[in-house]
């Protein structure tokens, strides 16, 4: 649906066949890849196969990747729960956290550091979801490839739309989100200090 111009609006339906109920409609037509599983690799053990392993090979723009470390990189959640949900991603095509060689959980670790830094800093959440899904089992959908969530939480971000609809209402188009991070990234040096608690803290 298109309004005068090009741009993109919302076609009123009354002129259209069907009965009047009172609801609007959000048609997320791009989401349907995600519920079907069109998106996920017939034989999830071939690298080949993997969007984890195809995106480093893109472009940033075109892979959606925010920042590229030597043994780990960043990328965008192509379903986001919440705008600017991130993953950590290992380049080798690992499926455990315990996988890891102690050069990559370094890296690994050190970018969800600065994944959380460059959101607080881009965006100001209010809190954060870090998490690991192990396994098919554990609710991984590409259970092959070892991600980490970075998701950024805000007062009010959970509305009804994903309760009734299984539907999250995002408001800006991912690559406006990939590239303002990447402009906003922080710096991932490990050797840097994590900051301890305050005298008097802990």
């Known amino acids: 649906m298109q309004q005068d111009g090009g741009a993109p609006g919302v076609e009123a339906s009354a002129g259209f066949a069907g009965e009047p109920d009172g609801f609007g409609r959000l048609w997320t037509p791009h989401r349907m890849a995600y519920i079907t599983g069109g998106d996920k690799p ?3 053990h071939d690298a ?3 969007p984890f ?3 480093p090979s893109r472009s940033d723009a075109e892979g959606l990747v925010v920042h590229r470390g030597e043994r780990a990189f960043v990328v965008m959640n192509l379903y986001p729960y919440n705008p600017g949900h991130l993953l ?3 380049y080798r095509h690992v499926s455990s956290y315990v996988d890891l060689d102690a ?3 370094a890296e690994f670790t050190a970018l969800t550091r600065a994944a959380v830094l460059t959101l607080r800093a881009a965006s100001d959440p209010a809190g954060f979801n870090l998490g690991m899904n192990q396994g098919a089992v554990a609710g991984a959908g590409i259970a092959a490839h070892l991600h980490q969530h970075v998701v950024p939480r805000w007062a009010g971000d959970a ?3 994903p309760v009734v609809a ?3 209402a995002l408001p800006e188009l991912l690559e406006d989100t990939r590239r303002r991070l990447a402009d906003a990234w922080t710096s991932t040096d490990p050797a840097e200090p994590v900051p301890g608690p305050a005298a008097g803290e802990g």
Do not use: M, S
């Open 88 to 90: 950590v991603c290992p």
């Open 48 to 50: 080949q196969q993997c």
């Open 42 to 44: 017939a034989d999830p």
């Open 166 to 168: 299984r539907t999250k």
């Open 53 to 55: 392993c195809r995106a």
């Open 159 to 161: 509305n009804f739309l």
């Open 103 to 105: 050069a990559e959980l």
